[in-house]
């Protein structure tokens, strides 16, 4: 019922910067929150970055100043912009959403993530 679909990623020496975008898509009444998670090789999952509906914002500690993320007015796309990239942010993100769904004018809330997209950064 929804699907979430990332684009943006791959290879960037260090210094570059990347892009990373995720379209929610399905049958959404609403977003409540949207966020990027990376995982490195052979490490855990962990949060990059998140926004609310209301533009509220939070960053790990070790991408702030460096990476920003945003939503578009429909509020159904979520972007990563990526800057002055290190070889230590190389991971597959993954973009993922706090929704509710609706069908027949019946709503749940789920969470949705996306299929990841590989960043690489090379020194």
């Known amino acids: 019922q929804v699907q979430l679909v990332e684009s943006g990623g791959g290879a960037v020496q260090a210094g570059g910067s990347l892009r990373l975008s995720c379209v929610a898509s399905?049958?959404?009444?609403?977003?409540?929150?949207m966020r990027w998670y990376r995982q490195a090789s052979g490490k855990e999952r962990e949060l990059a970055a998140a926004?609310?509906?209301?533009?509220?914002?939070n960053y790990a500690d070790s991408v702030k100043g460096r990476f920003t993320i945003s939503t578009d007015n429909a509020k159904t796309t979520v972007s990563l912009q990526m800057n002055s990239l290190k070889p230590e942010d190389t991971a597959v993100y993954y973009c993922?959403?706090?929704?509710?769904?609706?069908?027949?004018?019946?709503?749940?809330?789920?969470?949705?993530w996306g299929q990841g997209t590989q960043v690489t950064v090379s020194s």
């Open positions: 399905g049958s959404i009444f609403s977003i409540n929150a």
């Open positions: 926004i609310t509906s209301g533009g509220s914002t």
């Open positions: 993922n959403a706090d929704l509710v769904l609706s069908s027949n004018y019946r709503y749940r809330s789920a969470s949705a």
